[in-house]
């Protein structure tokens, strides 16, 4: 890496990636920014479903292709297929994240979670015991204050189940909602200009966030700006002041991802704002560090 400082040991922290990359176009983002960032090292990259058939697998294949275009060698896994089933055969990624969890490290755990709870809620069912060894944080949910939803999330409305059991768990879960993890915004011409010329891993990451940008799955965004929203979990991590919080008792989700009015009994912290200028320049300050733009 090539960074003209250090991280002091002692800062260091250990991190385990759950992600839906295949489900969009965002995540790639996230993956890319954590790897490229000193203080965390990555253990494990744990492809996680989006509640459609073989979509783990499309998670597991798109991780591949971003860490091919990095040129680097990492930890990728398989998770569980589908949502939460106790029936189910263990997957190796959960697996890996009890192992991780119960590893003597001194460096602390996080588990960053870009999409549903599926993989969490399993090791957490396999193995109680996990859940103080490790913080998670969540892209996830609605705000707490948000009266009438305008839309069913997606990731906590791709297992339900799950994110009532991680909720309900006692683990230590810093919450980033849709209203705050939406406000991490850029243009697509900023990604042409600041990404696309960064090498193969630039290269890529744009294009596949034009390609998916260019396709009927992107009915719902507004046509030349994307919201990096898995970005905030990395940026939390890193410096967990870089954004507004407050602690509260979280409630249980409903089918439709409102929130009932029956507590859970644990209590959660939960982003209301995630600075955008730290998010966005720390992303493209270290790929331009790691791949430098090639100038035509």
């Known amino acids: 890496m090539r960074y003209a400082y250090t991280v002091p040991e002692d800062k260091k922290i250990r991190v385990i990636i759950d992600s839906d990359t295949a489900c969009e176009a965002d995540d790639p983002f996230a993956i890319a920014q954590a790897l490229m960032s000193p ?4 253990r494990a990259i744990v ?13 597991y294949d798109a991780i591949v292709r971003l860490v091919d275009a990095m040129h680097r060698e990492e930890n990728i896994l398989h998770g569980e297929p589908w949502p939460l089933d106790a029936a189910a055969p263990t997957s190796e990624g959960v697996r890996f994240i009890v192992e991780e969890a119960l590893r003597d490290d001194p460096r602390p755990l996080f588990v960053l979670c870009l999409g549903a709870l599926t993989n969490l809620a399993r090791a957490i069912r396999e193995a109680p015991e996990i859940l103080e060894r490790m913080t998670v944080v969540s892209i996830g949910g609605h705000g707490y204050d948000v009266s009438t939803i305008p839309f069913r999330e997606f990731n906590f409305g791709n297992d339900v189940d799950a994110a009532n059991a991680v ?9 980033v909602p849709a209203s705050a993890y939406g406000a991490i915004r850029t243009g697509l011409a900023e990604l042409q200009l600041k990404v696309a010329p960064c090498g193969d891993a630039g290269r890529y990451l744009f294009e596949q ?25 990395v940026a939390v991590t890193l410096d967990p002041s870089c954004g507004r919080w407050h602690e509260q008792r979280a409630r249980f989700v409903n089918a439709d991802t409102t929130y009932s009015t029956e507590e859970t009994g644990r209590t959660v912290r939960v982003y209301e704002h995630v600075d955008p200028r730290y998010v966005l320049e720390d992303f493209f300050s270290k790929l331009a560090l790691n791949y430098p733009p090639e100038r035509g």
Not at 39 to 42: D, I, M, N, Q, Y
Not at 227 to 232: C, H
């Open 39 to 42: 203080k965390l090292a990555v």
């Open 47 to 59: 492809a996680e479903h989006f509640a459609s058939e073989g979509s783990m697998q499309k998670s």
């Open 167 to 175: 909720l309900c768990s006692g683990a230590t879960l810093w919450q």
């Open 209 to 233: 966030m034009a390609s998916y940008n260019a396709s009927p799955s992107a009915f719902w965004t507004p046509g030349e700006s994307w919201s990096l929203g898995d970005s905030p979990a």
